[in-house]
């Protein structure tokens, strides 16, 4: 099962991580897009977000 209603920040996808399979994140991805003032400041704000959620997903699924 993946969530991804509203999933914005790193937090939050950890925090689903917990009681879903999967994350979605397509509107918090669209949006850094389109706040993005051209092309590279797009795939630099995409490349950074994924990062994070990456390594929060990685903190969150350690065992304790």
Do not use: W
């Not at 969530?3 to 950890?14: N, R």
């Not at 009681?19 to 850094?32: M, Q």
């Not at 897009?33 to 929060?56: T, Y």
């Amino acid at each position: 099962m993946c969530v991804g209603f509203g999933i914005a920040t790193p937090e939050q996808a950890a925090f689903v991580s917990h009681h879903a399979d999967g994350v979605v994140v397509g509107s918090a991805l669209v949006n850094r897009i389109a706040a993005a003032p051209d092309r590279g400041a797009a795939v630099d704000s995409v490349s950074e977000f994924i990062a994070s959620l990456k390594q929060a997903l990685r903190e969150a699924r350690k065992p304790a």
